[in-house]
């Protein structure tokens, strides 16, 4: 299954009156680009690890995005060929699906859907959006790739979350706009809404840039509506980043600029701790893990800045560098939650610094 080549730049828009200090302020996610980034260091800084290769080797295109299940984990990734490539634990790299079986201009994206199992989506050639899982359990034997039903007309990498028994799916469209759908888990089958695609008319996209990648979506207790809640990160054309709180029938309830003090032009990370499949409330175990946000951007200095939430990613301290010595990339980061700490990591540019080999992918522990 092939996919797409795009030369697109996203821009998102709203037409909401609740929106936080006119969100006509066009929201923008723009992909492939360097950040332009200012902040303030944080005080009040995570515990981290050292920068460290954590690719075995690998030369990527994009970030290393992964799913820890049951103590083992499965990471996907976009080569250098373009091909969608895996690892399980660790391992050898793989071409999933075979070799060139799953060529691509976008990053992949890869969650626990239904429980248990490991689930990669992609955008396909056709614009639509495509999934495979990991057969019975299998560590290394992924089904046939599954297209979702036609209409998604996708020009960038799909937002995934899970909330209760569904995986609701957000990519954006060639219509400059936001397409959102659900899947369903049934007794471990598999069933699209039969509502197909809808789209969202608080996004308005725009051109020049192939992806959105970076852009990302978490599920989580919104103290502001007392429930649980989607809440997606983008960056906008006014460089700022934004959240966008969704409710559990997927409609638009805020759009907020995030207090970060971060300026930005590209996509941005984003994970929250504790586990990924359920979102609980106050006073039940794991809601003060859940609360735990990272996000994280490339600075207009071309290196990696992060910022951290402890209520849900309402409220975030100032844009600050990692520990360590500073990392060069071009293209987004990835944050990869796990219980308890954040994996944060990106392709290094090693035309910048000799410290790793240029394209390959680095990382430290937060927690």
Known sequence: MPVSTGTERVIVSSTSRKSARGW?????????????????????????????????????????????????TYD????????????????????????????????????????????????????????????????????????????????????????????????????????????????????????????????????????????????????????????????????RVWSVTRTANSDSSNVTQVDSGAICESGVAAGRLGNQTTVVGPGQQGYAEQQRVLIACIGADGYVWNSTSNDGGVHFGNFSRPAGTPVPSTTAPAVNPTGTSWILNAVFNGLRSAQFPDKSVVGKRIS
């Open 24 to 72: 006509r302020a066009i929201i923008g996610v723009l992909a492939g680009s360097l950040l332009l980034l200012t902040g303030i260091p944080n005080s009040a800084r995570a515990a981290e690890t050292e920068w460290a290769e954590i690719g075995n080797g690998a030369r990527t295109l994009s970030a290393v995005y992964s799913v820890t299940i049951s103590g083992a």
């Open 76 to 239: 996907v990734t976009r080569g250098a060929d373009n091909n969608v490539w895996f690892r399980y634990n660790g391992g050898s790299w793989r071409p999933l699906g075979g070799d060139n079986a799953t060529r691509t201009t976008s990053p992949p994206r890869i969650v626990e859907f239904p429980p248990g199992r490991a689930m990669t989506l992609v955008r396909g050639l056709d614009g639509e959006i495509w999934y495979s899982q990991v057969n019975s359990g299998s560590a290394n034997f992924w089904a046939p790739w599954t297209r979702l039903p036609a209409g998604a007309g996708a020009i960038g990498s799909p937002m995934v979350s899970v909330l209760g028994s569904g995986l609701f799916i957000e990519a954006p469209n060639q219509s400059r706009l936001i397409s959102t759908t659900w899947l369903e888990s049934r007794g471990g089958v598999l069933t699209p809404s039969s509502r197909g695609w809808r789209v969202d008319n608080h996004a308005l996209l725009s051109t020049d840039y192939a992806d959105i990648e970076g852009t990302s979506q978490i599920a989580v207790y919104g103290t502001q509506q007392y429930e649980a809640v989607l809440r997606s990160f983008v960056v906008g054309t006014d460089n």
